[in-house]
């Protein structure tokens, strides 16, 4: 196996043994506080409100990421984040997460070690009460993670795509932009002549160290404030994982309404267009005070001809993306 | 791709697209009843005393199943059936389902809607009250499915590997040897000249109906019998995934208590030493009266040099599997 960076060195998973892998991978990851941890057949979780949300996402080498532009830890934090991040966008604080994840047999064990400490480091950032309460490792051709994550909704009610109504003000929060220019630039500048993913291109063109690349590796969700859009009375949210437009179309067309962006606080370009920030698209009742970082981006209106406007004029939504839709637990 | 028997037929992923892939398998799926389904950022599920179980398995081409060997229908339901002990092993009922499936481009649309249907199968027959909640589609060069279920324990504590006490009985639910008989089978008589799965040898050779391979195929763990044993008072159990040595080995030394077989209970062979039928291995105070099919095999004595002792003779535990004690949500 080539060794794309640092991280690829050392005993391999087939070199090493399973048992002595394990060891190792479990003692890096965030324990989190469940009734029953890792060890017997199943974890058990506490659910205070007698519910819990729950998502699902398969991040395989390939399509997902590629290891000349993602270091494993880097795909630990992703992996961890992308879920958190649906776990917010009900309204849920995160609980848990379970892990399983198939390596082919030549992976150095010190890649996997890299994954638990970047799953570690986004738990840590991202939702310190959460932790990874079980998973399952197995062996593959292909380099593939699975994470399931929980939540508990504290009270309240989930927060759907379909509640925005007309009146409601628009509003997100993190980040708009910067992970799909981060992918764009990796897409140019990344590359051998040949067009595939190089880590030696990306070292050399600077693209290893630009910002926007750091949040195409390692998105920064804006957690706390999907328990607080619940709280402050959010009457729909979703996950910003495909774009503004695209995950806007979302919004608009479960709620049965139209989406009016103001153009001032919707810049054209890939604040608009681009994906991977997951950042929260959020409707409150007008006059809510808007709560952590939410900021007002626009309105809701009676459902129209259109999905999406933007100071007036149709923004394309790029219809249904089902492997999204089916994400996140959807089915 | 080959066509290893008639699920592999017709137009591909690739080229149907995955709206129309999405929408045909969601609807073979069974629903449950969730709070919220799918099509959100998560589904929400309840769990009525405050608490759920969780656990995690990732069944993966070649290492873990086989096409020339078993039917995409077949792996629907060992995903499932599989994921569903460990519920049950907990003494919880199993209440949902997540999926997340990644398959090549080139695989035929058939084959995910008989997959959809081996899930539905499954869940009928083991556990009607289930459903598929949520799930994630994904690309992957090597077909692989990552199944979470959850549980509700009803207000019982959970059945740890770590309960049984000396003096305790026994028992086991649920088939010993025949999904082993059949591996052993497919691996004797389901291969071509080099040793390698095939199609074709496992038609000829009779394989393909032999009973015991239809239980290596589709496993009939006894799901009731795990909330059962727990209102019964059951002080430790297992879900019997590696075989009854093994797995016996294991809550022995969870427990600190040495397992002593009853000779004439448990044969000699593969009843001991196969894995793969997740039955149920769980102890219980002296005297109680064993629930469903529950019957005894044994005794819990005091902690002594062996795990697990057979007509008072030692027997080998084969040591610890870390990918078994990882498995199901055990972390």
């Known amino acids: 196996m080539d060794a794309p960076n640092e991280a690829w060195a ?75 991040s649906d776990v917010a966008a009900m309204g849920a604080v995160p609980t848990a997460l379970v892990i399983a994840l198939a390596a082919p047999q030549d992976t150095p064990v010190t890649v996997l070690e890299s994954f638990a400490d970047g799953v570690r480091q986004a738990v840590d950032a991202l939702a310190p009460a959460c932790g990874v309460v079980g998973g399952d490792l197995s062996t593959s051709a292909t380099f593939t993670v699975s994470v399931s994550a929980f939540g508990d909704l504290d009270g309240h009610a989930p927060v759907l795509r379909s509640g925005a109504r007309p009146g409601d003000v628009l509003a997100v929060s993190g980040e708009l932009g910067p992970a799909a220019r981060g992918l764009a630039r990796l897409f140019r500048d990344g590359v051998d002549a040949d067009g595939e993913p190089s880590r030696a291109a990306t070292l050399a063109s600077g693209a290893d160290t ?122």
Chains 1, 2 share one sequence.
């Not at 205070?48 to 000349?68: E, L, N, Q, S, Y």
């Not at 969700?221 to 009457?235: F, K, L, M, N, S």
Request: proline fraction near 10%.
């Open 210 to 331: 630009d910002p926007d690349v750091a949040r195409q590796r390692r998105p920064v969700p804006p957690i706390a404030d999907g328990p607080a859009a619940a709280a402050a009375g959010a009457t729909a949210m979703l996950d910003l994982s495909d774009g503004l437009a695209i995950d806007a179309g979302r919004l608009a067309r479960a709620s049965g309404v139209t989406l009016a962006f103001d153009a001032e606080a919707v810049p054209e370009g890939s604040a608009l267009h681009g994906g991977e920030d997951h950042g929260l698209l959020a409707t409150f009742p007008a006059g809510t005070d808007l709560p952590g970082g939410f900021r007002r981006i626009g309105s809701v209106l009676d459902r129209g001809d259109h999905d999406l406007l933007r100071a007036g004029v149709p923004v394309p939504t790029s219809g249904w993306d089902p492997y999204a839709d089916w994400d996140g637990a959807a089915g």
């Open 10 to 84: 050392g005993p391999t998973v087939g070199e090493v043994g399973e048992l002595a892998v394990l060891d190792r991978i479990v003692r890096r990851l965030p324990p989190g506080s469940p009734e029953v941890g890792p060890g017997d057949d199943c974890a058990v979780v506490s659910a205070p409100d007698r519910r819990f949300v729950v998502t699902t996402d398969m991040m395989v080498h390939g399509p997902d990421f590629r290891w000349a532009w993602s270091s494993p830890a880097d795909v630990g934090w992703k992996a961890a984040a992308t879920n958190l």
